[in-house]
């Protein structure tokens, strides 16, 4: 039976950990290795990890960090960034990894997504839509950290998505991004009721009571956040969190039984 999954997602940009604002002014938080081992310790659902160079710079995925990253991590690891062939997937699952996260790749060409779903199982394939609202109503999807705009509708992309052999979809708000002013649920309520996947929101999550309002009004989700993680209080003091056990079971309980 599918729960509630409670979500990390960490940013490496030249080789640390970052965190963003709208997906732009990068701010160093710390080592990435070191985040792994605190979210070891807290006993984190999952962990999401996200190389924002290796697109837009046009290189292979970083074997050498993702193969550190996997060896430290005791929860189960999805990772993304510069994957553009099935053979770099299944690389990347050979090194310890359980899901390969596509984003600019699988909308460039979406045949990829089938061909990393036949080498690797579906069930490893995550595809992330990085969403920014449009100026009158509806959103547009954006690759390579947000710069560059698609003429494709999200949810029909999400749909088609599925049918070729993702596994699970992310649906992050670029609008969100770092401002912890909690998510996004209309959106999160569209893409749930159309998306016959696991789906994950990223974007906004400024507080555990942000995390039971997803999944109070939306329904069997991931929560994942990233400054809601690595940042505490007003000042956004660089602190690397989680909820313990027994808090998070009482999140997703209440908010399931609403």
Known sequence: MLRPRVTPCLLIHEGGLVKTVGFKD?????????????????????????????????VEPDYKVIAHLAAECRMPLCYGGGVRTAEQAKHII????????????????????????????????????????????????????????HRLDPVTFAQDAVQLGAGEIVVNSIDLDGTMRGYDLKLARRMRDVLPVPVTFLG???????VESLIRQVGVVGA??????????AYRAVLINYPDPETKEQIVRSALAA
Do not use: C, M, W
Not at 38 to 55: C, G, H, Q, R, Y
């Open 94 to 149: 050979g090194l310890g990894v359980e899901k390969v996260a596509l984003s600019a790749a699988a909308v460039e060409r979406p045949e990829l997504i089938n061909e990393i779903a036949v080498e690797i199982g579906r069930q490893s394939v995550v595809v992330v839509l990085d969403l920014r609202k449009k100026r009158l109503s509806g959103y547009e999807l954006r690759t390579h950290n947000g710069s560059r705009a």
């Open 224 to 233: 994942a956040a990233g400054s809601l993680f690595v940042f505490k209080g």
């Open 26 to 58: 990068p701010k160093y938080v710390g080592d990435p290795i070191n985040a792994v081992k605190i979210f070891n310790e807290k006993e984190s659902d999952e962990l999401i990890v996200l190389d924002i160079d290796a697109t837009v710079q046009g």
């Open 204 to 210: 906004g999550a400024g507080s555990l009571a942000d």
